[in-house]
């Protein structure tokens, strides 16, 4: 048995493909697949879904945040495995048979799939959006090949059952915290780029500071969360990463794109640390919802 979870928030235009993205593929093991939304409009069209299949499980969470709605539906799940995404992405086909495959290393708690970007290359945000994926993902296989640890993305990875059984409400990243615990418990987190999840990205400097904010702030939480000192990304480390990125773009234009980012990155690191460090800001309020991804 596997549980696949997906938690969502005003998603009603998106939350039917990515249950069909699960329902399309052929899954060999008996499933549950659990949709979970504090919103009644996500949760009317989620159970058009549960009618039709008995195995979609429809979920009201308290709208407390992602973390809440997991920690909710960890109590309800019955799989060996637990599969994560979100209502407004898809997943590609025999992503989960793909995913499922490396359990069969008991040493493993978790794997990540590789977040594929929908937007357009042409414009600066989407170029930004293919670069970080795109960097990411040779940085993920670089890691593992090195036996290091790998964070999960949240849009799509899958844990073994009874490793993490809640997280804290506060976490903006949820996939960091959940990863960091599995790695403190000396299971090996691996990656597996051919289970694709298909993502939206932010169209607007405004919601991709949010975003940003909300996903680097989070990781200023891991020492107060943690207990390990093991961390994939900070500003330190992005900073040395610098010439992988400045080989990524291509042409004059995608130079030009490329060095907007870096003063874009180091900006959104000022923002954070006056949010935290003289704001005082309450991390959950960093949490804001991003329109232009929907």
């Known amino acids: 048995m596997i549980s696949i979870i997906i938690t969502s928030f005003k998603e009603s235009r998106t939350i039917g493909r990515a249950i069909e993205s699960f329902t399309n593929q052929k899954i060999n093991d008996k499933y549950e697949l659990f949709v979970l939304a504090p919103d009644e409009e996500t949760l009317i069209e989620a159970r058009k879904y549960s009618e039709k299949y008995k195995q979609i499980k429809v979920v009201r969470d308290e709208g407390k945040g992602k973390p809440s709605a997991l920690n ?3 109590r309800k799940t019955k799989g060996k495995v637990l599969i994560l995404t979100d209502g407004d992405v898809y997943v590609s086909n025999n992503s989960v048979s793909l995913l499922l495959e490396h359990f069969k290393n008991q040493t493993v708690g978790a794997v990540t799939g590789r977040p594929i970007s929908l ?23 670089k890691r593992v090949k090195e036996g290091k ?32 615990l ?21 169209t607007n400097f405004k919601d991709w500071i949010k975003q940003k904010k909300r996903s680097a702030g989070g990781y200023n939480q891991l020492n107060h969360m943690v207990e390990g000192k093991e961390r ?14 400045l080989s990524y773009p291509k042409t004059i234009k995608e130079f030009f794109y490329t060095f907007s980012l870096i003063f874009a990155r180091i900006y959104l690191w000022i923002l954070i640390f006056i ?9 959950k309020k960093i949490w804001v919802r991003i329109e232009s991804t929907k």
């Not at 937007?119 to 296989?141: C, P, V, Y």
């Not at 804290?168 to 960091?180: F, K, T, W, Y």
């Not at 994939?232 to 610098?242: A, D, L, P, T, V």
């Open 72 to 74: 909710l539906v960890f």
């Open 119 to 141: 937007n357009s290359r042409k414009n600066m945000l989407g170029f930004w959006s293919h670069l970080l994926s795109d960097t990411a993902h040779k940085l993920r296989e």
């Open 149 to 180: 640890m790998i964070v999960c993305s949240g849009y799509l990875y899958a844990i073994r059952s009874g490793i993490v059984n809640s997280i804290p409400e506060e976490a903006l990243s949820d996939d960091a915290v959940i990863s960091h």
């Open 182 to 202: 599995i790695f403190d418990k000396d299971y090996k987190i691996t990656y597996e780029p051919k289970a694709q999840v298909y993502v939206q990205y932010p």
């Open 232 to 245: 994939m990304r900070s500003f330190g480390k992005e900073s040395s990463g610098i010439f992988t990125v």
């Open 275 to 283: 949010d935290i460090n003289i704001k005082k800001k309450e991390l």
